[in-house]
C-alpha cells in the first residue's frame, strides 16, 4: 500500500515528516548493471541523503530507447530495469523511505515533457555539452533519433514532475539541471505560474570517475567498469589487468600517481583507517621500490572489503522477487500521482486545462 494511504500510525508519522521534507529527484538509464563511477557519483549521496529528504528515484527506461545501441534491445532495457533497482537497493536505500518509479510507466510524465519543448529552442539543446560528449563517446555520427535530443527535456520532466529540490549526480548531468532551471523561469514568467520548481544540483565526492582503461570517464560504452555486482573473481581479474602509468617500464622506474585509476580507485574506497596504507604505497611507487602487482592486489582486497556487504544485500533482495516488485509498482503509482498534480497545475498555467477546475 502506497504509503499515504497508510492507515497504521507508523504511516501517518511518515505522512508528517514528510510534509516539510525538500525533495530528491535522481535516477539511472536502464542499459545495464551500475558501477563504481555510478557509487561515487550519486548514489553515495542517496544513501547519505536519504533521512533527510524525501527520495525518488528513477529508472530511466525511457531515455534507454534514446540510444541507438539499446533501441533494438527491449530484453536489455528491461532486466536493466531489474538490475538498476537491485543495485539502489543494495547499497543501502531503505525502501521504507524513499520512492522507486519506472518512468515509462508515467504517461502525465511524458505528456509534461512534450509541453516542455515548446518552451526550448533546438539550438539551445544541440549546445549542450553532455549531449555533444555523449555522441562522441557512443560513436553516434549523426545517427541519432529526435528522442536522443529530446533526452534532456524527458530529464527535465522528471525532475520537474515531483518538484525536486536536489538532483544528487556525477558532474556530466550538470548541464542538463541547468537546462531544467532555465525552462522552469521561462515557462513561470511567461505563464505567471509557479508550476514548476527550480533544482540544484549535487555533485558526489568524486565528480567523475575514470575507467580501468585510464579513460576520463568509467562508462558501460567503453567497457572499462568494476560493476557494483562483480564478483571477487570478476574484480581481481578487472583490477590485475587495469592500465597504470604508461611510462613506467620496470619496477624501479619512478612512477606516477597522477591520473593512475589504480591510486584513484584506492583513494575513493579504501577504509579510513587503511589511508595511510596508500600513502606509503604512494611513496615507494613514486621511488620505484614497489611493483604495480603489489600494489594492484591491495586493491583487489579494498574493493571486494567495499563490494561485499553490497553483493550481500543484493542476494537478499534476490531471494525476494515478488517485494521488489511491490517496491516499484507501489512507487511507480505514487509518483503518477504527483506527475499528475504537476501537469494539472502546468496545463492551468496554460489555459487548457478545459475539463478541470
Ligand atoms: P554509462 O556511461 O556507464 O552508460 P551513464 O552515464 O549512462 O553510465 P547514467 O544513468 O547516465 O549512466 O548515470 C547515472 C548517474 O551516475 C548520473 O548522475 C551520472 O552522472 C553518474 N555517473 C555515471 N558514470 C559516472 C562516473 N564515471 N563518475 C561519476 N559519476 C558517474
Ligand atoms: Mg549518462
Redesign the pocket.
Known amino acids: 500500500m502506497p504509503k499515504e494511504q497508510g492507515k497504521g500510525m507508523q504511516d501517518m508519522v511518515y505522512l508528517e515528516e514528510t510534509k516539510f521534507m525538500k525533495r530528491i529527484l535522481?535516477?539511472?538509464?536502464?542499459?545495464?548493471k551500475?558501477?563504481?563511477?555510478?557509487y561515487?557519483?550519486?548514489?553515495e549521496n542517496r544513501v547519505k541523503l536519504q533521512d533527510e529528504y524525501e527520495t525518488f528515484i528513477l529508472l530511466?527506461d525511457l531515455?534507454a530507447f534514446a540510444y541507438p545501441k539499446y533501441v533494438d534491445q527491449p530484453e536489455v532495457v528491461s532486466q536493466s530495469s531489474r538490475e538498476v533497482l537491485l543495485d539502489n537497493l543494495s547499497v543501502g536505500l531503505d525502501p521504507e523511505k524513499v520512492t522507486f518509479f519506472a518512468e515509462s510507466a508515467i504517461p502525465e510524465l511524458y505528456e509534461l515533457a512534450s509541453i516542455l519543448t515548446m518552451q526550448v529552442s533546438l539550438p539551445r539543446v544541440l549546445r549542450n555539452p553532455t549531449l555533444k560528449e555523449?555522441i562522441k563517446?557512443k560513436g553516434l555520427g549523426d545517427n541519432y533519433s529526435l528522442g536522443f535530443v529530446y533526452f534532456p527535456v524527458l530529464q527535465a520532466a522528471d525532475i520537474l514532475c515531483v518538484k525536486a529540490d536536489l538532483v544528487?549526480?556525477?558532474?556530466?548531468?550538470l548541464p542538463h539541471i541547468e537546462l531544467t532551471n532555465e525552462i522552469v523561469r521561462r515557462f513561470n514568467q511567461v505563464y505567471k505560474a509557479d508550476a514548476l520548481k527550480e533544482a540544484k544540483g549535487m555533485v558526489?565526492r568524486?565528480?567523475?570517475?575514470?575507467?580501468t582503461d585510464g579513460n576520463a570517464?568509467?562508462?558501460?560504452?567503453l567497457d572499462n567498469?568494476i560493476y557494483l555486482s562483480d564478483s571477487a573473481e570478476e574484480v581481481q581479474k578487472k583490477v590485475m589487468s587495469m592500465y597504470t602509468d604508461p611510462t613506467r617500464l620496470k619496477v624501479t622506474d619512478p612512477g606516477h600517481i597522477e591520473g593512475n585509476p589504480v591510486f584513484i580507485y584506492l583513494d575513493a574506497f579504501v577504509k579510513e583507517e587503511d589511508k595511510n596504507k596508500i600513502q606509503e604505497y604512494k611513496q615507494r611507487y613514486e621511488r620505484g621500490t614497489v611493483g604495480d602487482v603489489e600494489v594492484k592486489r591491495f586493491l583487489v582486497e579494498v574493493l571486494n572489503e567495499f563490494l561485499e556487504p553490497i553483493r550481500q544485500k543484493r542476494r537478499e533482495y534476490e531471494t525476494q522477487p515478488e517485494l521488489v516488485d511491490k517496491i516499484l509498482k507501489e512507487g511507480t503509482e505514487k509518483v503518477r500521482e504527483e506527475a499528475k498534480k504537476t501537469l494539472e497545475e502546468v496545463k492551468k498555467a496554460m489555459k487548457i486545462n478545459y475539463f478541470n477546475d
Not at 535522481?26 to 545495464?32: E, F, H, Q, S, V
Not at 551500475?34 to 555510478?38: N, P, Q, R, V, W
Not at 561515487?40 to 548514489?43: A, E, I, Q, Y
Open positions: 535522481t535516477g539511472d538509464n536502464t542499459t545495464g551500475l558501477h563504481l563511477g555510478h561515487v557519483g550519486s548514489l530511466a531515455h555523449e563517446d544528487p549526480v556525477g558532474e556530466d548531468q558526489g568524486v565528480k567523475r570517475l575514470v575507467g570517464k568509467m562508462t558501460k560504452s567498469t
